[in-house]
């Protein structure tokens, strides 16, 4: 399978340790309070960490992405931030409005379980959950540390509009609370008011994402058209 490069975050920077914390001991290199430390003594309120590269396995063909993902419409209805010693994550909290398809596999038990376990830490006033509401934690975002304002620059900093819609192939698992993009930031789109699909990261609306492009050959690009392409994959699906 293709594989996809992401910049996401990266939390060490190059420099001094910082002075000692009020308890006398130096916060661990690499720490958000080292971090705010180090900002201190230089003097600086506010500090943006440089991304480095991950990878996401590359989209796969259209046909085979209906049926191993869940296709969703969901409109966005509020974004929270949390952080713990090294990183800060931007959780979503969304409603799904229509399905286009449903994943036909779920997840492997231990990463089921990794999920369970990555639902715990979500913001607490973002739960309960409806039956047609679901999380998903982006990486990356801005919170203040010991008075410093720190961004780690990832999808968790992308603004998006409360109450907007979009289009994502996600993958849930068993409890339905929690979705991951099943191919990192490309499986991810915005929809316009004429019913077409844009990468939701502009950097991604191009033929080098080739979910993109073959929603484009294949749907010409709208909605109305891969939700009938859905339909007919499901349809041809069933009749096997």
């Not at 230089?42 to 989209?59: D, F, H, N, Q, R």
């Not at 540390?145 to 698992?173: A, C, H, N, S």
């Amino acid at each position: 399978m293709p594989r996809f490069l992401v910049v996401v975050l990266s939390l060490v920077l190059i420099g001094p340790c910082a002075a000692q914390n009020a308890s006398g001991t130096e916060p661990v290199r690499g720490l958000l309070a080292w971090q705010a430390q180090k900002a201190h003594t230089e003097g600086k309120s506010a500090v943006t960490l440089g991304p480095t590269i991950l990878e996401y396995p590359g989209p796969e063909p259209l046909e085979t992405a209906l049926v191993h993902s869940s296709v969703i419409i969901a409109t966005l209805l509020e974004s929270k931030t949390t952080h713990d010693q090294r990183e800060i994550q931007t959780w979503r909290k969304y409603r799904i409005i229509e399905w286009l398809s449903r994943q036909s596999r779920e997840l492997p038990p231990e990463r089921d379980q990794n999920w369970l376990a990555t639902l715990n830490t979500a913001p607490k006033s973002m739960l309960p959950l409806a039956g047609d509401e679901f999380l998903m934690e982006d990486y990356g975002g801005t919170v203040t540390v010991d008075g410093v304002t720190i961004t780690i620059t990832g999808d968790g900093t992308q603004e998006l509009p409360v109450g907007g819609r979009y289009l994502m192939f996600v993958i849930f698992g068993s409890a339905r609370e929690i979705a991951g993009a099943n191919y990192g930031p490309a499986s991810l789109f915005t929809i316009d008011d004429s019913d077409t699909l844009h990468a939701r990261f502009p950097k991604l609306d191009s033929n080098r994402n080739s979910l993109l492009h073959e929603i484009r050959q294949r749907a010409n690009g709208t909605l109305s058209g891969l939700r009938s392409l859905a339909a007919t994959v499901a349809n041809s699906n069933n009749s096997r």
